[in-house]
Every structure is written in C-alpha cells, then in structure tokens.
C-alpha cells in the first residue's frame, strides 16, 4: 500500500487532481499487458529511491569535484552507481550515470568522439536504427553530418554495406545498435570496419542492456570505445541513460555529458539506478533475462506457427518484429485494436515499409514487462493467441477478459 491509497497521502491530499491522474496510471498499467519492447515495471524498491529527498539536490561536477556545496550523499550514491554499473558491465573502464536519457547519452557520445560538425555512421530508423543515431529530424543528424547505413533483404545487418558507407563518409564514429533491431550484432567485425577509417566504435545497447548484463546475449563491452544505453528497458531499472567508456575517452565522455549537454543530474534517478545495478548482481536477474530471451523466441515461434510472419524469421533477444505486409491490417490498426483487448504495444516501421511512420506495416513486441509479472511459456502463447485473432480482425472485446485473467493473475511487481 503506498500513501497514495490511504486517506494520509498528502499528493491526495494537496492535489487530488494529480493524484487522481496517477491512481488511474497504476490501474491502466495493473490491467493492461505491457508488450512494448523498451518498456518494463521496475522494483517497488527504485520506485521508492527516485521519489526521495535527493530530488532536491543539485549536484553539477562529479563525485568529490561539485559546483555545490553539501553534496557528501550525491557523491555517495553516485559513486556506488558507478561501481555498481563497472562490476555488472565487467570490462567497463569507466561509468557516466548522469545522462537523463538515452538520446541525451548519444549526443554526450557524439559530441565527445565526432565534435561539433563531425562525420558520423549509423543504422536508419527505418532499418531498425534510431533516431539518436544520426536520423535527420533529431539533433543528431542536425548538429552531426550523418550518414546511415540499412539492412539487408532478410532483415539483418549488411556488413557490407556499412563498409561501403563508412569508407565513403569517413566518420569519426560509427555507431552499432538499434531500437527494433531483433538480432545480435557483430561487434568485432564493426570495430575492424570502424579501425580502417580510424574511427570510434560507438555501441547503443539501450534495448538488450539487461540482457547482456546479464550474459545472455554478447556484449560490445571491451570492443566498443563507448557503450550507451538506457537505465529502463531489459535493465529494468528507473527512466534514464548511461555511458561506459575506455579510460583514455572518458574524460572526454564526462566533459561532454557535464557541462557539454546537461546541467545538474537527477539525483533521484541515480539513486534508483544504484538499487538497480545492485538488483542485477543477484542471481535472479540473470534467470530473470534468460526468460526474457527465450520467452520472445517462443513468441515469435507461436505466431509464425499461426501464420505471421517475423522479420529476420526470428529473434536473438527480446523484441519481436511482426511484418503485417502479407496481412490487409496496418501496425497502426493492430495497435489500436490491441489497446481495446488490453495489451499495450506499438506500431512500427519494418524494413522497406511502404507506410508512413504512423501508420506502418509492422508491430513491434517486447517480452521484458510481462516476464517480470512473472509470465511462463503458456501465458506467451496465450498472447500470440490474442495477437493473430487481432490481426485477423476478431473483435478485441473477444480477449478482453482472457488478458484480464491474465493481469490479475500476475499483478505488477
Ligand atoms: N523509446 C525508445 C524505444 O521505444 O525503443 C526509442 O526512443
């Protein structure tokens, strides 16, 4: 029970609008399956960190070299993040906790590594990249001159292809990683293309973060110069982005995170990044991963059994890309059907879509937040169940009480 559902909660009390606002959050999250890939319920225990005290305090500097006075905790915790972050990525020669984001974590990147104007490389949006990643409407490919490289007829990263491109643009970075990119990544064979330019390797594992903390899928860590990602997704902890560096970049790294793109960190997400870190040095987490992982490869075998098709035929992590092409639905439409029945997922492009970016022909599903209400091989199919019946055009309202028994027989965390 929190303060919010008792009489003595004093946001009810104060602000019962808001309050109100929130209550209703925690019921839709409570009742809805949560399929989107980037998203996942982190620990009632990061929940409390990032709603502390700490939120008060401005903090800009580093640990023990501050622009504030009285910040003896702000460099404790953030330094246990820090070396909590460096134990769970081992090989990792220095962590920045403090971006907000994870594309606030590539500009730092890019700007430390490419400088302003710098040349960079990185996979499109519409191949699986993201917008981060060089993508013309974002700061990235704004500030930066970017080009992208894209993916090959089955789905999967062209090899060729990004050599092509980088030995044509020369980038100071090339960029490897992606948002609905569903396989591994060759991490060795992307820094000896970035080596015969001279460039740095930059890794974005903001989706499979958890993942390879956890050691189930290869890490980039002692390959890549720097690896970004998110705080939120598979690593299940609170919103937020980090950056792990080789000693001789990172105070590059820091300076362009502090002052180069940010001013004071959020001491609250820090906080909760630190009892998140420490969640995924148990060895629950790594159980908890491996079922992320196998639990999508089971959903993808389950709806290509009833008939969909999968991008790339597969998966190696936790997302699975559905290409609608073959069906007479839009990823826009599934969407929105799905929300009728009760999951929560999201339209996106698949390679060589024909539709625009809000419409699209693909969907894209993730299996971290169901596997932490503790979903098993049975409950997957029950979904794939529920999203062949979407896609073939049965009524939502159909599955609505199926997907309910399911949310109130595996509450949120
Ligand atoms: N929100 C991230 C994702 O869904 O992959 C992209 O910014």
């Not at 990643?133 to 089955?154: C, E, L, N, P």
Request: hydrophobic share 40%.
């Amino acid at each position: 029970m929190t303060h919010a559902d008792t009489n003595q909660s004093p946001l009810r009390t104060q602000d019962p609008e808001v309050a109100a606002w929130l209550q209703r959050e925690d019921r839709r999250q409570g009742n809805t399956l949560t399929l989107i890939a980037s998203e996942n319920h982190c620990s009632s225990a990061v929940r409390e960190a990032t709603s502390t005290r700490i939120t008060d305090k401005y903090a800009e500097g580093y640990p023990n070299r501050r622009y504030y006075g009285g910040c003896e905790v702000a460099d404790g915790i953030e330094e246990l993040a820090r070396q909590r972050a460096m134990q769970l990525f081992a090989g990792a020669e220095d962590a920045n906790v403090q971006p907000h984001s994870g594309t606030t974590a590539n500009l730092a990147a890019l700007l430390a590594l490419a400088g302003p104007g710098g040349r960079i490389v990185g996979m499109a949006l519409k191949a699986g990249g993201h917008l981060s990643h060089g993508h013309d409407k974002s700061h990235t490919g704004m500030v930066f001159q970017a080009r992208q490289y894209g993916v090959d007829a089955t789905g999967r990263i062209d090899l060729d292809e990004v050599r092509r491109v980088v030995n044509e643009h020369q980038p100071k970075v090339l960029i490897a990683g992606g948002s609905s990119y569903a396989r591994n990544i060759d991490y060795k064979a992307f820094a000896a293309i970035a080596k015969e330019v001279g460039a740095f390797l930059l890794a974005d594992i903001a989706h499979p973060a958890g993942l390879m903390a956890a050691g189930v899928v290869p890490s980039p860590i002692g390959i890549a110069d720097v690896v970004t990602m998110t705080t939120h997704k598979t690593l299940r902890g609170p919103r937020g982005g980090m950056i792990l560096a080789r000693k001789d970049v990172a105070k590059l790294i820091n300076s362009a995170v502090f002052p180069g793109s940010q001013g004071g960190p959020l001491m609250q997400q820090i906080a909760g990044k630190a009892v998140a870190f420490g969640e995924a040095l148990r060895p629950e987490f790594r159980t908890y991963q491996q079922k992320v992982k196998d639990h999508a490869a089971w959903l993808a075998e389950c709806l290509m059994a009833q008939g969909l098709d999968i991008v790339t035929g597969g998966t190696d992590n936790h997302i699975v890309l559905v290409d609608l092409r073959r069906t007479d639905v839009t990823g826009a439409a599934v969407e929105e059907r799905a929300l009728a029945a009760g999951l929560s997922v999201n339209k996106n492009a698949i390679p060589g879509d024909p539709r625009p970016p809000m419409v699209t022909s693909g969907l894209r599903l993730g299996t971290a937040a169901v596997t932490t209400r503790g979903f098993g091989r049975d409950q997957i199919k029950s979904i794939a169940d529920v999203i062949t019946g979407l896609v073939r055009g049965a009524d939502p309202e159909r599955f609505r009480p199926t997907v309910q028994g399911l949310c109130e027989a595996f509450p949120l965390p």
